[in-house]
């Protein structure tokens, strides 16, 4: 998910067709109005997204939300956590990292988001530096986000089936923020590249994630604890198949055709 | 982390079926709580397990996380997880999750249990 590049950041004029979004929309249930009511994204199949200027927005339309149960690799929980000077609070760290989220993610790497922040629904579409030039085209659904929290959930061809969970809380006298990944590997690709660096570079995305938002908190400096645990060290070879979605096969595919199709397109707008 | 606002009871129901019935909010601080009703229940020769959540008030993504997490261990033992009593709203997010291809969800305990042959 790495690779420095240059800050890249879709421009907020391009980030306002959203999908499905029906955040304020969540379940309404018999009775009494649960007390997460709004918090959680309505219930999607398939994601249904519409193109985004600043990212290449494929492998994400029509693509169902993956879980750490979906997924083929073994399942990690890796926890990255950094401290907070103490007049912050943790809804003040939230509403800041929502409202910013794209920013404090590592040069190179795009979030084209929606304009409002981060709201239960919301598609975000991404272009992820993997090497050679090439960007790895997927998305995230916000599936939770309250005022101290927010949940991203994967789609089928991302690097991994699970979602992240980002929070702050206070236990002492001092804010701590974290980014919680339940995750497996997609596939067995992913599971290979994951296994040979992969999760290396993870952790140094959240870590330089981490430390922007500290230091835009005024905690330059401060560290970033990072925490894994392998929680299943068995792999769901029942989902190996899930390889077909893979969206860093389709990504290179669609950049070496990317000059075809867009003769394609010109040829199709002058008939 | 905050404090753990919920109670798990556990039920053998026979020699290899428990119910944990579930009351309150479940988020990620009550990871002790539901491993520890975990243990209780699920001793080596329970088979299935039975989350009953007709007591549940609020669920946030720690808390289906949590469920994840409990699921694997479950796995592990070859034992069989299923829900019951879940609102409409909480089944939805079961199933935004996908986690109700894993954790089979029915309407009462009746059917949770006659499932198990209990």
Redesign the interface.
């Known amino acids: 998910m790495t690779e420095a590049a240059g800050p890249e950041r879709a421009t907020s004029a391009e980030q306002i067709e959203l999908s499905v979004r029906e955040a304020e929309s969540?379940?309404?249930?018999?009775?009494s109005v649960?007390?997460?009511?709004g918090?959680?994204?309505?219930?999607?199949d398939r994601l249904d997204v519409q193109q985004r200027a600043g990212v290449r927005g494929t492998n994400v339309a029509g693509r169902?939300?993956?879980?750490?149960?979906?997924g083929f690799g073994k399942?990690w929980?890796k926890t990255y956590r950094l401290d907070l000077p103490g007049g912050i609070t943790p809804q003040q760290a939230i509403a800041t990292w929502k409202a910013h989220f794209p920013e404090f993610w590592p040069a190179g790497n795009r979030f084209a988001g929606a304009l409002t922040g981060i709201s239960p629904g919301d598609v975000a579409l991404l272009d992820l530096a993997i090497g050679g030039g090439v960007k790895l085209s997927t998305g995230v659904f916000v599936?939770?986000a309250?005022d101290e929290?927010f949940?991203l959930?994967t789609p089928q061809g991302h690097m991994f089936a699970g979602?992240i969970?980002f929070?702050a809380?206070r236990?002492a006298a001092e804010t701590a923020v974290q980014a919680?990944v339940?995750m497996r590997a997609n596939d067995p690709l992913y599971e290979l590249a994951m296994t040979f660096g992969g999760h290396r570079k993870e952790d140094v995305f959240w870590a330089q994630t981490l430390t922007a938002l500290g230091t835009y908190l005024g905690a330059a400096g401060a560290p970033v604890s990072t925490r894994t645990v392998c929680?299943?060290s068995k792999r769901q070879w029942r989902h190996a198949g899930n390889v077909w979605h893979n969206s860093m096969i389709r990504s290179v595919l669609q950049t070496v055709a990317a000059p075809v199709t867009a003769l394609r397109r010109r040829a199709q707008r002058t008939s | 982390m905050q404090e753990p606002a919920v109670t798990m009871q556990v039920r053998h129901i026979a020699d290899a079926v428990a119910v944990v019935d579930i009351k309150g909010e479940v988020t990620a601080s009550c990871e002790p709580v539901l491993m520890s009703a975990y243990e209780e229940a699920g001793g080596p020769g329970t088979r299935r397990l039975v989350l009953n959540f007709t007591g549940l008030e609020y669920m946030n993504s720690g808390g289906i996380g949590m469920l994840v997490t409990l699921l694997v261990r479950a796995n592990r033992q070859r034992q069989q997880l299923a829900a019951y009593g879940l609102s409409e709203h909480y089944r939805e997010i079961f199933e935004l999750t996908r986690l109700d291809e894993a954790i089979t969800i029915y309407d009462g305990e009746a059917s949770a249990l006659a499932v198990a042959g209990a």
Not at chain 1, 34 to 37: A, E, G, L, Q, W
Not at chain 1, 64 to 70: A, C, E, F, I, S
């Open positions: 969540a379940v309404t249930p018999r009775g649960p007390k997460d009511h918090r959680w994204a309505a219930k999607v169902r939300l993956t879980g750490p149960v979906q399942m929980q599936l939770y309250d929290s949940t959930m979602w969970t929070s809380e236990p919680q339940l929680v299943d």
